[in-house]
């Protein structure tokens, strides 16, 4: 046979393996695409554990801080994971003799306070629920700062480093009196939707049925007293 013979056979026989293999292809791709699918066949996928995000903080050169679930690549980076302090249902803690913080920030959450017509007590409550005045505390969900304020809700408030306190407290305490204005001045709801966004609070017309919402709820109304009498 010649060679160009050869090479029209070798060609022939090729797409007559590509025929054969194709409706074995396109049923591994329904298999897997169709919402009937049976997923018994990857068991592996139903008893993988969900992975743990970190979360990484680390420094430009101009000072700007940075947060990231990327580990940085050629600076010096920390591992950072925090969650809300009493959101806890759980938790163990004795809200009302915890120690409370009546000095940090107190420029800052006085300034807010005025600034938003909102009592400094409550501000210190919040910043006590939500960080334990840990300025550089950062959540599993990338909350960031004081007042645990979400990235895209510190972009929307108008800051870009939420873990400057003064920033923070001032776009945290900003946030919360519109919650509060958009609940009629009703701080357990204003609390929830802090806590659980307003949509859960109008869906479930009060305090969602979350543990973790109505826990917190509940001990920022006790902190929030306890800082107002400890004036």
Known sequence: MSSAGVAIAVFALSCSLMLAAEPQTAGKKQLKLSPESNNTAWPQAQTKTPLTIAVYKSVKNDGTAMFSDRQPLNRPFQVMRFDCFACDPRST????????????FNQFIAKAADEHQLDPALIRAVIHAESSFRPSAVSRKGAVGLMQLMPDTARQLGISDASVPEHNIAAGSRYLAQLL??????????????????????RYNGIPPFAETQAYVERVAILHKRYQRAG
């Open 93 to 104: 803690v004795n809200w009302h003799t915890v120690p409370l913080y009546t000095l940090p």
């Open 181 to 202: 204005k958009q609940h009629n001045g009703e701080l357990p709801l204003a609390l929830a939707a802090y806590n659980a966004g307003s949509s859960n609070v109008r």
